[in-house]
């Protein structure tokens, strides 16, 4: 198991490391779906905002309370319940960095022995608490993937054919 002051301080940080990425991008570029169907980086941090609660706190937080059947969340809800791509990167930060204070405390104050006590959805698959402990930052990580693969697509228009052809874009 990864340390929880390990966990946390990544969970904490990632308003930061997106606050870099994002500095001296033009927002037109953080608002723009990579294709249709996709989010555009701002809705990103809209979900993250979105999971923070019910994909990882309350789930976590039922699962040590003995509440063994765990509630879905639907993503595409959350973005669909707020414009996020229409609201200003620094608020959306600020509020990804507010609600990252309480999940990095949230995590630091749980011990192993809740850390192994179990839910489940609708299929009988069951997760620790750990589990979901863990795909936190893997989560995170997994969007700021999505995220740089959405922003590097402002530069090949402003490319040769040639390097594109050579960049495979």
């Not at 991008?25 to 779906?33: A, I, K, P």
């Not at 990103?44 to 509440?67: N, W, Y």
């Not at 997994?142 to 590097?152: E, S």
Request: charged letters at 25%; one cysteine or more; a negative charge.
């Amino acid at each position: 198991m990864r340390p929880l002051g390990e966990i946390a301080a990544t969970l904490e940080r990632l308003p930061d490391v997106l606050g870099a990425l994002f500095a001296g991008v033009d927002e037109d570029v953080l608002r723009t779906r990579p294709e249709p169907g996709e989010w555009c980086p701002l809705e990103v941090v809209g979900h993250l905002i979105a999971c923070d609660g019910p994909a990882f706190t309350d789930r976590i937080a039922s699962i040590i309370a003995g509440i063994d059947r765990l509630r879905a969340f639907d993503p595409w809800a959350a973005i669909n319940a707020r414009d996020f791509a229409a609201e200003p990167v620094d608020q959306l930060l600020d509020e990804l960095r507010s609600s990252r204070i309480v999940a990095a405390d949230f995590v630091r104050r749980l011990d192993p022995e809740q850390l192994t006590r179990t839910g489940h959805f609708g299929d009988e698959r069951r997760f620790t608490a750990a589990d979901f402990v863990h795909e936190w930052p893997f989560h995170d990580q997994d969007h700021l993937q999505q995220i740089l693969a959405a922003t590097k697509l402002a530069y090949p228009p402003s490319m040769s054919p040639d390097m594109r052809t050579a960049l495979g874009v």
